[in-house]
């Protein structure tokens, strides 16, 4: 059961999202995003659209897991996604997705430490009630986007990447600058985390992705 929230549903598996935000990198003057190749300048983002339409989904999943919050996630994924525009005549032969959901981990915490000591407070609506089983998964859901928004934001992003990217501890160091040994603390200290501030979330407080 996906978590719905104003116009974004969270689904981990799916290829996509339903996503009102119809956000799109700012380009440069001049440019414009074309899956065709055109003449000029516009050669430069050939095949960034239709990558941009098939992942921006998973890639929005992400975002929010990093965020816990949907306004901040289309805005983490814009910036995203306006780094690899910029970059994408290197990048696109390469693992364009690899770049950006990088930029995403690097992006959600520095833009924490900026924020530091600024209330955040969720701005997504709470989903229509459905049947019990239902409501029952949407408790713990919540639940668990709760803990995660207690966590600093690269505990949260090493858990995202060790246990929804399901990332080895040195693709995940790869990803956000680190060392190993970083990942592996930081790991065992958001796990700690999550057990002393969420302990009726029982077994994903030993293996998050369980319901990641």
Known sequence: MPLQWPGC?????ADSVGCKCGSRPNLPAGFRVDSGVGRGPVDRYAGFSDFVQAREGALLRTAFLLTTDVQLAEDLLQSALAKAALHWPRIRDGQPEAYIRSALYRESVSRWRHRRGVSELPTASMPERGNASQEDEMDLRFAVIAALRRLAPRQRAVLV????????????????????GT???QTHDALRRLRAV???????????GVLL
């Open 9 to 13: 549903a969270y689904r981990r598996g």
């Open 183 to 185: 990942v592996k603390s």
């Open 198 to 208: 969420a302990p009726e979330l029982g077994e994903f407080t030993t293996n998050p």
């Open 161 to 180: 990447l060790r246990f929804y990217e399901d990332l080895s501890e040195g693709q995940a160091a790869e990803a956000l600058g680190c060392s190993v």
